[in-house]
């Protein structure tokens, strides 16, 4: 397998909004950790140091999204992060939905270890807390069947984020499993979602992200962001549509779609 043929490839039709079947057989990975390598290798076709990092499916109704059974990692790009006051393009989008997230800062390092690290070992290395959006793509047409090996390689869907202002400083004190959501597309039908509808417990997610990529053998940077899935259903967008995002005492988020 040629891990830097396979990103440069899926870069491309990224790049044009464009989308493949499939990536050809010599390129194709047949392995979770065969996945990872091809998604490593963006790291160096971009100039700017890595953003973050995501998790796909990790509710239900995401895991049916993308036809998979569970969660998949992915890198959140720089080129790729937008300012909430920024229009985001909307271009030829393929996935055409908006996910309302639970997203933390990191302050420190996370390096592998031999031992798993503890829901509270990971929130002891956060910052902060924010509301989050983002707007995931794929660069496979059939992206349901396309397998998680290949959605791995494919950045675990990523494309567009947004990252709100930081909670207050009480967002420790509260039970995220239990903290309610509500978002709006363009004034439309509230939908609300819970923390809970993500793996559980945001915090949850957070362990499993950060345990996933250590056990990989790399570090997560202090500085990086990690968006924890979407904990609302995910919500159908169009062009010049404006999505909502309300997260209570956490904090609001808007986004708003260019042509």
């Known amino acids: 397998m040629n891990a830097n043929a396979a990103a440069q490839l899926i870069q491309q039709h990224w790049h044009a909004g464009t989308r493949m079947a499939s990536l050809p057989d010599a390129m194709r990975p047949r392995s979770r950790a065969e996945a990872y390598a091809i998604q490593a290798r963006f790291e160096t076709l971009c100039p700017a140091p890595l953003y973050g990092w995501k998790i796909a499916a990790t509710s239900i109704a995401g895991q049916r999204h993308i036809g998979v059974d569970g969660p998949l990692a992915g890198r959140i ?69 396309s397998g998680a090996e290949q959605l791995i390689a494919d950045l675990a869907c990523g494309h567009y984020f947004v990252l709100g202002d930081p909670a207050p400083d009480l967002w420790r004190t509260l039970d995220l499993a239990a903290h309610k959501v509500t978002a709006t597309v363009s004034g439309g039908t509230p939908q609300h979602g819970i923390g809970a509808n993500v793996l559980s417990d945001p915090r949850i997610a957070l362990a499993w992200l950060i345990n996933e990529i250590t056990g990989l053998g790399l570090t997560l940077r202090a500085g990086q962001v990690i968006t924890t899935g979407t904990c609302v259903t995910p919500l159908p967008i169009a062009p010049h549509d404006t999505v909502s995002a309300d997260f209570g005492t956490i904090g609001r988020i808007t986004v708003r779609f260019g042509a």
Do not use: K
């Not at 393929?94 to 270890?113: G, K, N, Q, T, Y």
């Not at 956060?126 to 707007?135: G, K, R, Y």
């Open 77 to 145: 790009l720089a080129e790729r992060v937008i300012a909430e006051a920024d229009t985001i393009p909307f271009g030829a989008n393929h996935m055409r939905v908006a996910e309302a997230e639970f997203a933390f800062r990191l302050a420190s390092d996370i390096a592998p270890r031999v031992t798993p690290y503890a829901i509270s070992d990971c929130l002891d290395a956060v910052a902060t807390l924010h509301p989050a959006i983002e707007i995931p793509d794929s660069r496979f047409a059939d992206f349901a069947t």
